[in-house]
Structures are given as C-alpha cells and as structure tokens.
C-alpha cells in the first residue's frame, strides 16, 4: 500500500472514529440523562468522559494531521475553498467538544454527588445538561458539514 491509500485509510477509520464515538457517547449520555437516576448518571458519565478522552481526542488530533497529509499528497493547495471551509466547521467542532467534555465531567461529578447523597439531581446539574446538549449540536452538524464537504470537494467561489 502506498503513502496515500494508507493516509487515507487512516483519516476515513479516524473519521469513523471520531464521528461515531462522538454520537455513540452522547447519546448513552443523554440516554442516562434521560432517567434522572444519580447513580446510572454517574456510572455512563465516567464511561462516556473516558471513551470521549481515548477515542474521540485521539482521533480529534489524528484527523487534522492525516488530512493536511492527504492535502499534500495529492496537491491540493491549502487555500481551496472546500478546504478552508472545512477547516472553519471543524475549528467549530472543535470549540464546541472542548466545553462539552468539561460539561460532562462536571455533570458526571455532580450526578456522582447526588448519587452518594441519596439526592435528586439539582438545577446546577441541569443548566450543565441544557449547555452540554446546546453545543453538541453545532459540533455534530459541524461534522456533518465536513463530511459532505470531503466527498463532494464542491467550487464554493
């Protein structure tokens, strides 16, 4: 396999990666979210922030450099349209996962609280919620943007 196929290889597992560990955690999450019980909150945060940090962060920090890779590879100059936009939603990804992996932890914490306590969960964790699942939205279709944007490689201006 040459240079190419196999950056390639890695930047679509990588994608699949970040994109499905990204959707399967939140939506577990939101899942025990969903129940109200402070100790399964707890419990699926601590899985959700360790899976979030092992293979969406990785695959975060693999996909730029696998894809300024392929750019070059296959000559694209860097100021493509579809590339700059690209780079633009997934800045945004990006900016949006930051805040939400540490609504999670937080969340997670107080759930975790809640649960040792034998309380119900409180409006701090609920505005933490509310934030959370605010900006996993823009990340989400932000990918989502970047997915259709490498496929179709369009003339934007």
């Given at each position: 396999m040459?240079l190419?196929?196999?950056?390639?290889?890695?930047?679509v597992?990588?994608?699949?990666?970040?994109?499905?560990?990204?959707?399967g955690t939140?939506?577990?999450?939101?899942?025990?979210?969903?129940t109200?019980?402070?100790?399964?909150?707890?419990?699926?945060?601590?899985?959700?922030?360790r899976?979030?940090?092992?293979?969406?962060?990785?695959?975060?920090?693999v996909q730029p450099?696998s894809g300024?890779?392929l750019?070059h590879?296959?000559g694209?100059?860097?100021t493509?349209?579809?590339?700059?936009?690209?780079?633009g939603?997934?800045?945004?990804a990006?900016?949006?996962?930051v805040?939400?992996?540490w609504l999670?932890i937080?969340?997670q914490?107080?759930a975790?609280?809640?649960?040792?306590k034998?309380?119900?969960?409180?409006?701090?964790?609920?505005?933490c919620?509310r934030?959370?699942?605010?900006?996993g939205w823009?990340?989400f279709?932000g990918?989502?943007?970047?997915?259709?944007?490498?496929?179709?490689?369009?003339?934007?201006w």
């Amino acid at each position: 396999m040459d240079l190419y196929l196999f950056a390639k290889w890695v930047h679509v597992v990588s994608s699949t990666i970040l994109f499905g560990f990204g959707a399967g955690t939140a939506w577990y999450f939101w899942s025990a979210h969903r129940t109200g019980d402070p100790a399964l909150v707890a419990r699926v945060g601590r899985m959700v922030i360790r899976a979030d940090w092992i293979f969406t962060g990785t695959s975060g920090v693999v996909q730029p450099a696998s894809g300024l890779l392929l750019v070059h590879l296959a000559g694209y100059a860097l100021t493509e349209p579809w590339l700059v936009v690209t780079y633009g939603l997934y800045a945004l990804a990006f900016a949006c996962w930051v805040p939400v992996v540490w609504l999670q932890i937080r969340a997670q914490v107080l759930a975790e609280t809640a649960a040792a306590k034998g309380t119900p969960l409180g409006a701090d964790y609920r505005r933490c919620m509310r934030l959370w699942f605010a900006f996993g939205w823009p990340a989400f279709l932000g990918l989502m943007g970047v997915f259709w944007l490498m496929i179709a490689r369009p003339a934007l201006w």
